[in-house]
């Protein structure tokens, strides 16, 4: 679980951008997978 002070920061930006919390986490991990290439474990 998240601590409750993320959940708040997640939910202040989601309502900023007008998108969901899940909608937001999604994008987020999306962006970072493009971004942060793809190396092997």
Avoid: C, N, Y
Avoid at 14 to 41: C, N, P, Y
């Amino acid at each position: 679980d998240f601590p409750v002070w993320m959940i708040a920061e997640l939910d202040r930006e989601a309502t900023r951008l007008g998108v969901t919390r899940q909608s937001l986490i999604k994008v987020w991990i999306a962006e970072k997978l493009d971004h942060g290439g793809h190396t092997a474990a």
